[in-house]
């Protein structure tokens, strides 16, 4: 079957030792905002780069800092790449830029640039600019990570941004990054207290939209599960993964979570469910006062503010603290 699993996680000293061991079961990697926070703030892999870019502004620290790392896990997975199995990695644009159409499409290209391997796709939040940016990026031949898609009507703007762009250029490989995990954060409480079953919005949401993107046929495009790591303990590591696995899809997830479906996964096929199952779900949900329109806009609302916060908290960093 053709199933991919993504790694969504980058850290320097990782990428020169356990990343080498987990190419070919892993056949990509993402980063964010919030990964690269961590990797940066709490390793001492970045010290000596750092030590070099005195001079620079917290920003061009940073970008110096990602460029590297995802260079290297480019250069990593160019192999795969060259023999048509993915070998993709992804870097994010500043999220501070999700309402800067040109801002977004200069940046998208300055880190091309700097990273000059055919292997990168450029992330961009699904917000009215984002898939103005997108469409550009597509017509010019630019991979794009459409990131913090939620909802259905993001998945199918975003569609149809990438479907105009693909009539100008048809070099693109794409993928829609569907988030999954946070749904359940936020409304397994109230499900549970009404006896409605639980950790089910976020992949019933995820299988609605993997059926819109597989009817569209959009050349080189594909639904990318992300937000797939577990944030409750009830639930196995292995949890979103073993229930999206599917034809054409790919799964970007925590090691933890990929050591775990490894070990101790499900990886018969589960999607797709019936367009009238999702329905039926979707209805049951209505009837007990769930507003999956308002869910959608507070979780895509916080998905932006929490990557903004982690940007800005390592340009903060950068530019005070002289340990660093």
């Given at each position: 079957?053709?199933?991919?699993?993504?790694?969504?996680?980058?850290?320097?000293?990782?990428?020169?030792?356990?990343?080498?061991?987990?190419?070919?079961?892993?056949?990509?990697?993402?980063?964010?905002?919030?990964?690269?926070?961590?990797?940066?703030?709490?390793?001492?892999?970045?010290?000596?780069?750092?030590?070099?870019?005195?001079?620079?502004?917290?920003?061009?620290?940073?970008?110096?800092?990602?460029?590297?790392?995802?260079?290297?896990?480019?250069?990593?997975?160019?192999?795969?790449?060259?023999?048509?199995?993915?070998?993709?990695?992804?870097?994010?644009?500043?999220?501070?830029?999700?309402?800067?159409?040109?801002?977004?499409?200069?940046?998208?290209?300055?880190?091309?640039?700097?990273?000059?391997?055919?292997?990168?796709?450029?992330?961009?939040?699904?917000?009215?600019?984002?898939?103005?940016?997108?469409?550009?990026?597509?017509?010019?031949?630019?991979?794009?990570?459409?990131?913090?898609?939620?909802?259905?009507?993001?998945?199918?703007?975003?569609?149809?941004?990438?479907?105009?762009?693909?009539?100008?250029?048809?070099?693109?490989?794409?993928?829609?990054?569907?988030?999954?995990?946070?749904?359940?954060?936020?409304?397994?409480?109230?499900?549970?207290?009404?006896?409605?079953?639980?950790?089910?919005?976020?992949?019933?949401?995820?299988?609605?939209?993997?059926?819109?993107?597989?009817?569209?046929?959009?050349?080189?495009?594909?639904?990318?599960?992300?937000?797939?790591?577990?944030?409750?303990?009830?639930?196995?590591?292995?949890?979103?993964?073993?229930?999206?696995?599917?034809?054409?899809?790919?799964?970007?997830?925590?090691?933890?979570?990929?050591?775990?479906?490894?070990?101790?996964?499900?990886?018969?096929?589960?999607?797709?469910?019936?367009?009238?199952?999702?329905?039926?779900?979707?209805n049951r949900l209505k009837a007990h006062r769930i507003d999956m329109k308002k869910v959608y806009y507070e979780l895509l609302e916080e998905g932006l503010k929490a990557f903004i916060e982690a940007f800005e908290e390592i340009l903060k960093e950068l530019d005070e603290s002289i340990?660093?």
């Amino acid at each position: 079957m053709n199933y991919s699993l993504w790694l969504d996680f980058i850290e320097r000293d990782f990428l020169k030792t356990e990343f080498k061991q987990l190419l070919g079961t892993i056949t990509g990697a993402t980063s964010n905002p919030s990964i690269f926070k961590d990797a940066i703030l709490n390793s001492n892999a970045y010290k000596e780069q750092l030590s070099q870019l005195k001079n620079l502004s917290p920003k061009e620290k940073y970008e110096a800092l990602a460029v590297e790392d995802i260079k290297t896990a480019a250069k990593l997975l160019l192999p795969l790449f060259e023999k048509g199995k993915y070998g993709f990695v992804s870097i994010e644009v500043d999220p501070r830029l999700k309402d800067d159409v040109d801002g977004t499409i200069n940046e998208a290209k300055r880190l091309l640039s700097k990273i000059d391997l055919p292997n990168v796709m450029i992330k961009i939040p699904v917000t009215p600019a984002g898939c103005e940016a997108i469409e550009e990026l597509v017509a010019q031949g630019v991979n794009v990570n459409a990131t913090l898609i939620f909802s259905p009507h993001q998945a199918s703007e975003c569609l149809d941004a990438m479907e105009r762009g693909f009539k100008k250029n048809k070099n693109s490989n794409c993928v829609l990054s569907v988030f999954v995990s946070r749904f359940d954060r936020k409304l397994d409480p109230y499900l549970k207290a009404q006896g409605l079953p639980t950790g089910k919005v976020g992949i019933m949401n995820a299988a609605k939209i993997y059926n819109m993107v597989r009817k569209r046929e959009l050349p080189n495009t594909k639904t990318l599960f992300a937000s797939t790591g577990v944030k409750d303990d009830s639930y196995p590591k292995h949890y979103y993964i073993s229930n999206l696995v599917a034809q054409d899809a790919i799964n970007t997830a925590p090691l933890e979570a990929i050591k775990s479906f490894l070990q101790e996964g499900d990886n018969r096929e589960k999607l797709p469910y019936s367009n009238e199952e999702i329905e039926e779900f979707f209805n049951r949900l209505k009837a007990h006062r769930i507003d999956m329109k308002k869910v959608y806009y507070e979780l895509l609302e916080e998905g932006l503010k929490a990557f903004i916060e982690a940007f800005e908290e390592i340009l903060k960093e950068l530019d005070e603290s002289i340990h660093l």
